[in-house]
């Protein structure tokens, strides 16, 4: 049984930044492919970011491409999601999840399919 605990969340301001981190324990962290995904109020999950098991492939919604980077460092069992310029639509509670490691782990990811454990979230809350 694999526990996830995403801390790092809190407000900012607008075109500001945030790391989120991830903290995994209970398992073998590098078995699994991680992923951040967030639920903004009334809205669905919706998927973020996801990286594989060595670090060495990310992909990203096209929502946060080239503001947001999500790396893992396997030696300390924690993935991180880096996010800058924040916009008030990025306002959501971010959630880490892991799934093992596939060929398709990542894709699958995308729809949200699959995913073995989720954390409980963290808030991030963006201001105008």
């Known amino acids: 049984q694999v526990q996830l605990v995403e801390s790092g969340g809190g407000l900012v301001q607008a075109g500001g930044s945030l790391r989120l981190s991830c903290a995994a324990s209970?398992?073998?962290?590098?078995?699994?492919?991680m992923g951040w995904f967030r639920q903004a109020p009334g809205k669905e999950r919706e998927f973020v970011a996801a990286?594989?098991?060595?670090?060495?492939?990310?992909h990203y919604a096209d929502s946060v491409k080239g503001r947001f980077t999500i790396s893992r460092d396997n030696a300390k069992n924690t993935a991180y999601l880096q996010m800058n310029s924040l916009k008030p639509g990025d306002t959501a509670v971010y959630y880490c999840?892991?799934?093992?490691?596939?060929?398709?782990?990542?894709?699958?990811?995308?729809?949200?399919?699959?995913?073995?454990?989720w954390g409980k979230g963290t808030l991030v809350t963006v201001s105008s």
């Open positions: 999840a892991a799934k093992v490691y596939t060929a398709q782990a990542m894709a699958v990811m995308t729809y949200l399919i699959g995913i073995d454990y």
């Open positions: 990286i594989s098991w060595s670090g060495g492939s990310t």
């Open positions: 209970g398992g073998t962290f590098s078995r699994y492919a």
